[in-house]
């Protein structure tokens, strides 16, 4: 691999790997030879041209689709302050599952606000003007990848838990008893907690709108 094709991969390092980006990133390459030989045949030794070619392009930030210059340490703490508050809502909502013996769910639930706390305490500290480019497009990704995964995950829990508690009835064609209030709530517990962990994948689905707000517009 050439110089320059070794500079151009490290432009690109960090850069969401799309056919876009591979087509641009051919199209600098390209660029940045033509710019060289033009050097050398203006009489430029070739490590002369090559260091020159390089400085006229020192980074592609700007030019990839979906970037954006962003506020990084405020959007990173608004982040954080978001998956701190649903995830505090999340633990308030697992704390009735603790009367039905669930009481692993309400755990994992406050160790997770705590650690959404001390990452948002620690984003406070950073400084909140620094500047820095950020892909909207790899936002908006990975906000339907989460609930693509959530939904499977809901989906799979749901259709477990009535297979584990109905399945036998369903097959035989018997009629479901549920005796009782304890009983009712057993059975409901197990599709509540599936349920309210969609707070997690609302609280990423608001990254994309947090990114916008946070542009550095001038």
Known sequence: MDELKK?????FAHQPQT??????????????????????SQGY?????????KDSILSVDNIIEGNQLTYINRFKTECWQTLLLYG?????????????ARIPFSIITFF?????????????KNNQDEVAFVNGNRYKKMSRTVWIIWFIFFVVSTVTVTAVM???????????????????ASVAVRYYIP????????????????LANNERKD
């Open 112 to 124: 997770t606000v705590i650690f959404f706390g001390i990452s948002y305490l620690n984003s406070k």
């Open 45 to 53: 030794a070739e490590s002369e041209a090559i260091v020159k070619t």
């Open 19 to 40: 056919s876009k980006v591979q087509d641009l990133k051919d199209e600098i390459y390209g660029n940045l030879l033509a710019k060289k030989q033009d050097l050398i």
């Open 195 to 210: 349920a309210v962990t969609v707070l997690l994948p609302i609280a990423i689905g608001s990254f994309p709108k947090m």
């Open 166 to 184: 109905f399945g036998s009835n369903i097959w035989f064609a018997r009629p479901i008893r549920i005796t009782g209030p304890y009983a009712f």
């Open 88 to 100: 505090s809502v999340l633990w308030i909502l697992s704390i009735p599952t603790i009367i039905m």
């Open 7 to 11: 500079y151009t991969e490290a432009l």
